[in-house]
């Protein structure tokens, strides 16, 4: 039989794997004959279905076997596009993950013809020489390494078909976010474009959004893997946080693992505890309750939404209001009221592209709202930086009690805080543990917990003062303005209490704040 008609009759064995992934991983490789591949025994299930003893570990087996299902459910004719098949796992050590990514890439690569993929991982370096390098491995021992082509040089490396290169091929790409671009412009309408993130929790938000463009047409699959280290950025929202929804979440505990070394498992479960955020990111695959530049924890903040509100909570507290003005165009401005520990039965108000003028009014209207139901605000906090100080300047003149808050201020605290935005950022984080915030699965609540559980710190280099990152540089690991947690925590910017039982309505100043003059809180507005 000559060449050409031997891979004519591998062609059509290939295509019978088209909605088979763990089919063709099976078929694919000589698990029967290399004894280097053979460290897995298969399951009992498996060993019987595919009469072989080795292959791989039951997590590749049910998942490959989940995505042959979402395939089969979506029904790809070769024309008409499809809805995206995504998957987001989370995951402990040693778990294999580089060795699945690779049987993934394969299984598209010989199934889909013009298919068009792009990798990457976390690092250069890890995606060399563990993502790219594992994909090689597997590559020269499947029944198709003659059909592509293989690269692995630096800024080479690829994998593409002999005739078709230019149409069908794999390539990987450093996730540098000013090497975005390299991730647009992949379409196959006609067959399935796919991206493979390894290490996903380190890839910038930015890398996640470009991908987006090349899952509108065709068959289009998204991979993402990576142990769960932050909790924030786009990998966390795929996997626990609010788009959740959009995927196939998959969570695989390295102690279920055939291949994990369980000795050192035992030793770090033993060292620092089963509920420890080491143990629940290399081990569990979960996300830690905190990570460690995370200057407030999930945790804390879940508990905040979850806690019960007791309807006499608040009695006793006054009504205060927090201003966030926005400042660029994708900005928001958040007016946010708390009473005590109630920052939950007021949904906040969110405005874009509002003037000074017209957030004004707003204000206003809330402020007007709360005291027509008999719980008039006794002051109102606005972040008097940028434009902020024209609404400070027009609430004073119609005689509001209005107090100008600047984020760069001096803190009253300046032994432990850098900034009046850290130190306000610190006095919520303290109170999380009796304030009651919106319920996470809220359209406010979510955005609400992004915010708050974004936002990193660090410490000056003299004094070894709080100092919270900086919304730009926010906005450079792809993370917007936590313009909702802003205007929360404002309400903070002066300590206050309810006196209602010596002096009815008056409130004593417990703390202070940096504003352009002394506004007495307990005069009249009007």
């Not at 570990?57 to 098949?85: H, M, Q, T, Y």
């Not at 021992?141 to 690829?158: E, I, K, L, P, Q």
């Not at 289009?220 to 609010?242: A, C, H, I, L, Q």
Request: a negative charge.
């Amino acid at each position: 039989m000559s060449k050409e008609a031997a891979d004519v009759i591998l062609a059509r064995e290939l295509g019978l794997y088209y909605a088979d992934p763990l089919g063709y991983t099976m078929f694919a490789f000589p698990w029967d004959t290399d004894a280097d591949l053979q460290q897995v025994l298969l399951a009992p299930q498996y060993r019987e279905r595919f009469g072989c003893d080795y292959g791989p570990d039951v997590w590749s087996c049910e998942f490959l076997d989940d995505l042959g299902g979402e395939v089969k459910l979506r029904g790809f004719d070769g024309k008409n596009a499809v809805d995206p098949i995504q998957y987001s796992t989370a995951s402990g050590h040693g778990i294999g993950k580089s060795t699945l990514v690779a049987w993934i890439i394969k299984w598209i690569m010989d199934t889909r013809p013009f298919a068009q993929g792009t990798v990457t991982a976390n690092t250069a370096e890890q995606l060399r020489t563990k993502t790219w390098a594992e994909l090689g491995k597997w590559h020269r021992r499947s029944v198709t390494s003659h059909w592509f082509d293989y690269t692995s040089g630096r800024g080479a490396m690829a994998l593409r078909h002999k005739i078709h290169k230019e149409e069908w091929y794999c390539s990987a790409q450093t996730c540098r976010e000013e090497n975005s671009e390299a991730f647009a412009g992949q379409h196959a309408a006609n067959s399935t474009s796919f991206y493979v993130f390894d290490e996903a929790s380190a890839v910038p938000n930015k890398i996640f959004e470009v991908r987006e463009g090349g899952t509108t047409d065709g068959e289009p699959m998204t991979f993402d893997f990576g142990n769960p280290t932050r909790n924030s950025g786009k990998f966390y929202d795929n996997t626990v946080g609010k788009m959740r929804h959009r995927y196939k979440v998959r969570k695989i505990d390295s102690r279920d693992v055939a291949i994990t070394n369980k000795q050192r498992i035992d030793a770090w479960i033993e060292d620092y505890g089963i509920d420890s955020d080491f143990v629940k990111v290399r081990v569990l695959g979960e996300f830690p309750s905190q990570g460690n530049t995370q200057f407030i924890s999930g945790e804390a903040v879940e508990a905040a939404m979850e806690r019960e509100l007791h309807p006499m909570a608040s009695k006793g507290f006054p009504r205060v209001l927090g201003v966030d003005v926005a400042r660029f165009g994708d900005d928001d401005s958040v007016i946010y009221s708390r009473k005590g520990p109630d920052a939950r039965s007021f949904e906040p108000d969110v405005f874009n592209g509002l003037d000074t003028v017209q957030l004004t009014q707003k204000v206003i209207a809330k402020f007007q709202f709360f005291d027509s139901i008999g719980d008039r605000p006794v002051m109102i906090f606005v972040d008097g930086g940028g434009i902020g100080g024209g609404v400070v300047d027009q609430l004073r003149h119609l005689g509001y009690p209005v107090m100008e808050v600047h984020f760069g201020g001096k803190p009253s605290d300046g032994d432990t805080y850098r900034y009046k935005a850290d130190e306000m950022w610190g006095d919520l984080k303290a109170d999380l543990d009796s304030v009651c915030l919106p319920d996470r699965f809220t359209k406010y609540g979510l955005r609400l917990h992004e915010d708050l559980t974004a936002r990193e710190f660090g410490y000056t280099l003299t004094g070894q003062k709080i100092n919270l990152e900086s919304k730009t540089d926010m906005k450079a690991r792809g993370i917007a303005s936590p313009d909702m947690a802003d205007g929360l925590v404002l309400t903070y910017a002066m300590g206050v209490i309810a006196l209602n039982q010596l002096q009815g309505n008056e409130f004593v100043n417990l703390g202070t704040t940096h504003a352009v003059d002394d506004y007495d809180p307990h005069a009249d507005i009007r």
